[in-house]
């Protein structure tokens, strides 16, 4: 019977880490278009309510890949701002605008929403699929980048290797568990990697592995 010790370990031999550009926070755009697209065939005529939460999410998505967010209780009061001034501006009747604003009908057909999400859609899964092929691995003594399906790459022993979490943007923390990894070998150049998902866990499995590196024949000798 394994103990929880050597269950883990058996689990986390190597770490994968990869690091993504930007335009994979715009995937709750991807989701947005796709169901108003579905929606929109349903009702057939353009609706403005469909089109008004398609430009709100919009907005707000670029608004934030635009901005870090270093500080949690600055990122709600921008947040609480914008979606204000959002329902303010197209939904609420007989607010800053004048009388009838609130019928403002942009005309976003299904038509549009289908494009978008064919669009967004092609460009994430090359980001998705893209990154499958670049990433660094970590193992308990090494660590190599791989980048290419044959591609060779110089390995780098992990003895004295360091790691830096940094979590830049509460935003991008709050909706893909994103933040940075700097990784800073006991030789050569310091490696950052700006947009790692699910960063907490990844730092923990590396803080672990590290923490059981196998030692060599002539450490164990002098042991």
Known sequence: MLTMSEKKTKAINEIKLRSYPKVIFLYPLLIASFFLWILQMVFGEPEAWFGNIWMIIFFV???????????TKFFLLILAVVIIILLLV????????????FD???????????????VLAFILGLVVISAQFDYWK????????????????????????RILKEIPDVFEFFVLRA?????????????????????????EQ???????????????DNH
């Open 90 to 101: 197209f939904l609420l009747p007989g607010g800053i605008l004048p009388a009838g604003t």
């Open 206 to 220: 590396i803080d672990w592995l590290l923490s059981h590196i196998s030692m060599e024949p002539d450490e164990l």
């Open 138 to 161: 970590i193992e308990r003594n090494e660590m190599y980048h791989k980048k290419g399906i044959f591609t060779s790459a110089e390995r780098i022993p992990t003895k004295g290797l």
């Open 61 to 71: 998505n670029l608004f934030i890949m635009a901005f870090d967010f270093s500080s």
């Open 104 to 118: 403002f009908n942009i005309g976003l057909t299904a038509e549009f929403y289908f494009v978008v999400t064919i």
């Open 179 to 203: 933040g940075s990894i700097t990784l800073m070998p006991g030789h050569g150049d310091v490696i950052p990697l700006t947009t790692v998902l699910n960063v907490n866990k990844k730092s």
